[in-house]
């Protein structure tokens, strides 16, 4: 699991023991709980947002047949995970599906999961226009999301060395801006119904049952009732009169596959992806209470073994062995071991396991970053061209990991390229927002690179780059 983006400003020129002890630390034990942050200068961006390969792939197949149903899988939005215990999940605009992981941890079932997705795809097929309502710290993370992400985009197109293309992230931060003016949102009625009938529709054409959507909407709607002001965002933005309950219980119960069961195999991705999330988050005393020794199922034994990796237990390595006994391919189960491994000191030794969920997903740019954090954190020069070829790679799949660009500029930094490492350092400033720094070490990065290279455009590119004005800062 990585936080989002880069955590701070990491210099590729300190190359030092101790950074990468630190980096390590910061990339692996905080991950998850750290909320995305990069500087006192720029607290109001503390982004919750998290990167998990795994649960980013449940998501997917979710989504997939939904979206397709929805007639909007030729530009399907990108579902991005919110680093957010209570249950809530938002559409900004018709490129992102933002899902916070309570949603996740809160449902029993793909369902509940899959009946969300639909009734979101509904407003978007819809194309309903969010209103404002009166969220203002909402408004306000929307804002910052919005920005941060179309920076993203600038920064890829910095990174893929065209002006052009970096003008397009500039203009999507600025769209992203007005996207949080908007964002406390709320639609019509008459919308919220709308996207229930053609949630309905779209779980009827992939022959899924309504249960978990319904089960959703009920949940809510008793929230309403009992404890407004405890109630969930999901349930504040989407009032749920009992007449719109009604309806919607009405026309679910005439669905062919109301009592079809769950997919088996989705429940038990489903079942790890939630324990994972719960064991993250949690104190690990609480894990154990959750998920205590007497219950064998895979997924209280994956909780646990995070849960032993986080109180940084001799016995993590073990359990996680364990575990890949039962499922020796899977490849979620090898990053945890590498992760154990990198954060118990040891990257060596994370290597192997890292290798082994790439060569099981070799397209998992995820996995491609933790190989080259590893292979950077082993300190030995002969890795250094794998590590700089495999978090390219990475970049070149993902261009909003922070952490790879670190690790870049560590690469680089170790085999003497200063430029290199100072244009690495600067693009993955520029993921996590903190532009003045960026530009710092992209006019020194420029000082030394060909004038008119590709290296030197890129590098240009960033310094030339103008930050969209934010509201309410
Ligand atoms: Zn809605």
Redesign the pocket.
Same mark, same amino acid.
Request: aromatic residues 8%; glycine residues 8%; proline residues 0%.
């Given at each position: 699991m990585h936080p989002f983006m880069s955590v701070s400003a990491m210099t590729g020129r300190k190359t030092g023991r101790r950074l990468i002890r630190k980096t390590v630390a910061m990339a692996c034990s905080a991950a998850i709980l750290l909320p995305f942050a990069v500087g006192p200068a720029n607290a109001q961006r503390s982004l919750p947002l998290i990167r998990d390969a795994e649960t980013e792939a449940l998501m997917k197949d979710y989504a997939k047949p939904i979206f397709k149903a929805a007639g909007i899988s030729n530009s399907a939005p990108e579902i991005i995970l919110v680093n957010d215990k209570s249950f809530n999940a938002f559409v900004p605009d018709s490129r992102r599906m933002f899902i916070n992981i309570g949603v996740i941890m809160e449902a029993e079932t793909p369902g509940e999961v899959i009946g969300v997705i639909a $009734? =979101?795809s509904? $407003?978007i097929a819809g194309r $309903?226009l969010v209103r404002l309502r009166s969220a203002v710290a909402n408004a306000q993370i929307m804002t910052v999301l919005g920005t941060l992400l179309g920076v993203g985009a600038a920064a890829a197109g910095a990174a893929a060395g065209s002006g052009q293309a970096a003008s397009g992230g500039a203009a999507a931060a600025m769209g992203a801006g007005s996207a949080g003016q908007r964002s406390l949102l709320a639609?019509q009625r008459g =919308? =919220?119904a709308a996207?229930?009938r053609a949630a309905l529709k779209y779980l009827e054409a992939t022959g899924q049952s309504p249960r978990g959507l319904l089960k959703t909407f009920e949940r809510m709607s008793q929230q309403q009732m009992f404890a407004r002001q405890y109630a969930d965002p999901y349930a504040q933005? $989407?009032p749920m009169a009992q007449d719109r309950y009604n309806s919607l219980l009405h026309d679910a119960e005439q669905s062919k596959y109301f009592d079809k069961p769950e997919d088996y195999v989705l429940q038990y991705r489903h079942d790890l992806v939630r324990a994972k999330l719960f064991a993250y988050t949690s104190h690990p005393s609480a894990t154990l209470r959750a998920y205590p020794r007497s219950d064998k199922s895979p997924a209280a034994q994956y909780a646990r073994a995070i849960a032993a990796m986080k109180s940084r237990g001799k016995g993590a390595v073990k359990e996680i062995d364990a575990l890949i006994r039962t499922q020796p391919n899977n490849p979620y189960y090898y990053e945890l071991k590498g992760q154990a491994l990198l954060e118990g000191g040891d990257p060596k030794a994370a290597i192997a396991p890292f290798r082994k969920a790439l060569s099981i997903k070799p397209q998992e740019p995820q996995f491609m970053v933790w190989l080259g954090y590893a292979l950077v954190g082993a300190n030995n020069p002969a890795h250094l061209p794998e590590a700089e070829r495999v978090l390219k790679q990475a970049i070149h799949r993902d261009e909003n990991s922070g952490v790879a660009y670190s690790q870049l500029a560590i690469a680089h930094g170790r085999q003497g390229e200063r430029a290199e490492a100072d244009l690495a350092t600067a693009k993955g400033l520029m993921v996590s927002g903190d532009f003045q720094a960026a530009k710092r070490y992209a006019a020194r990065a420029q000082q030394s690179l060909k004038h008119g290279s590709p290296a030197w455009l890129q590098a240009d590119d960033i310094v030339a780059y103008k930050p969209p004005n934010l509201p309410n800062r």
């Open positions: $009734h =979101e509904g $407003h $309903h639609y =919308e =919220e996207a229930d933005s $989407h």
